[in-house]
C-alpha cells in the first residue's frame, strides 16, 4: 500500500511542476515574463525539492524543514490551480495532497517500514 502512496505522491509532484509552468504562461505580461515564469517557475521548484526534499536530496535537513518545503511548493500548486480552474479543483488537489502525504509521512517516520 505504501508504494501505491508513493507512486501517486510522484505524480503529485510531476503535477505541481506541471501546473506552475501552465500557471506562469498564462499569467498576464509580455512574452519574456511568461517565459521566465513558465520555464523557471518549475525549475527553481524542482531544484529546490531535489536539493532538500527528495529521498536522495543533495542536503540533508532534518524532517520539519523538509516538511515545511514540501508543504510551500504544494501550496504554491494549490494556488496555480486555483488561479487557472477554480476553487473546487484547486480543493480536490488539496484533498488528495494532504490525505496523501499524511499517509506516507505517517508509515515512514512512525512506523519505520
Known sequence: MLN???AIRFFME???LIFIGYWGFTIDGNILTKGLVGIGGPLVIALLWGAF???????????????MIE??????GI???YAR??????????I??????SYVHFKTTFQKV
Open 79 to 81: 494556488y496555480t490551480v
Open 53 to 67: 526534499v527528495a529521498p536522495k536530496a543533495t542536503y540533508s535537513i532534518n524532517s520539519l524543514g523538509k516538511i
Open 96 to 101: 488528495m495532497m494532504v490525505v496523501n502525504s
Open 14 to 16: 510531476l503535477a505541481v
Open 85 to 94: 480552474f477554480g476553487k473546487m479543483a484547486a480543493l480536490l488537489l488539496a
Open 71 to 76: 508543504v510551500a511548493i504544494f501550496l504554491l
Open 4 to 6: 501505491i502512496h508513493l
